[in-house]
């Protein structure tokens, strides 16, 4: 079946359960100790996805290379989303923005050796590794949480200039809580690239993780709850 026709169905057929009271309930009978219909969490469809048509997906941290910040730059927010997630309310966190690199590697122009050298080391470190198929845009402190407590990273994916500016409006909105990329995809990869140029080695949502448990830099909380699962 084609995918955006099943999206598109997706939509439509949430919109039209959301709105239907009498349906819902005879779908989902009312549960004996709330006296409210059983609702599955997927029916919290969320705005931005029915009004743009955005695709969201759940990624693996493997799958996502993240930003050189190490650790994470506040540790009172990524207590927040530590404690949100571990509580099973990772719905009510925003999509991670991520670009996938079938659209475009974080490349600098290639001009001097320096650059030259970036280039061939990131096209060899996602050559190297065939799981690894997204860009992170933003997000750090939400992502190392979700991998802490062991959820998926919810993403919404950025595939043209327009989808960018669909969710520079949702930020508006606070829908998404931050955007700080370029304003387009060529202007966040050209960001990316010179925001990483001068890494030791790149990471994966899931290395940086991992490595902030092992070099104990972030709460020993956490890095037991990790560890435990």
């Known amino acids: 079946m084609n ?3 099943w999206l598109k169905f997706q939509i439509i057929f949430w919109k039209l359960l959301k709105n239907s009271k009498p349906l819902l ?3 989902f009978p009312k549960s004996p100790q709330s006296n409210q219909p059983n609702f599955p969490t997927i029916l919290n469809i969320p705005n931005y996805l029915i009004k743009n048509k955005m695709e969201i997906k759940n990624l693996k941290p493997s799958e996502i290379i993240t930003t050189k910040d190490f ?3 506040n540790e009172h927010i990524l207590k927040i989303y530590f404690k949100i997630c571990k509580h099973g309310n ?3 966190l925003p999509p991670t923005p991520v670009i996938p690199l079938s659209v475009g590697l974080p490349l600098l122009a290639g001009k001097t050796k ?3 050298e970036y280039n061939k080391k990131i096209k060899e470190y996602v050559k190297k590794d065939k799981k690894i198929k997204y860009l992170m845009c933003d997000g750090s402190h ?3 949480a979700l991998t802490l407590t062991h959820n998926p990273i919810h993403a919404i994916i950025l595939k043209s200039d327009s989808d960018m500016t669909e969710v520079r409006e949702l930020v508006k909105t606070g829908d998404v809580f931050s955007m700080n990329t370029g304003k387009t995809i060529k202007a966040e990869l050209k960001e990316k690239a010179d925001h990483l140029k001068d890494v030791d080695f790149f990471e ?4 940086k993780t991992e490595r902030m448990v092992r070099e104990k830099v972030i ?4 890095i037991g709850y990790y560890k435990k699962d």
């Not at 994966?204 to 290395?207: E, R």
């Open 71 to 73: 650790p994470v730059h």
């Open 25 to 27: 309930e005879f779908i």
């Open 142 to 144: 939400k992502t190392t």
């Open 219 to 222: 709460p020993e909380f956490m």
């Open 114 to 116: 320096i650059e030259k």
């Open 3 to 5: 995918k955006k026709f």
């Open 204 to 207: 994966t949502v899931k290395d």
């Open 90 to 92: 990772k719905e009510i």
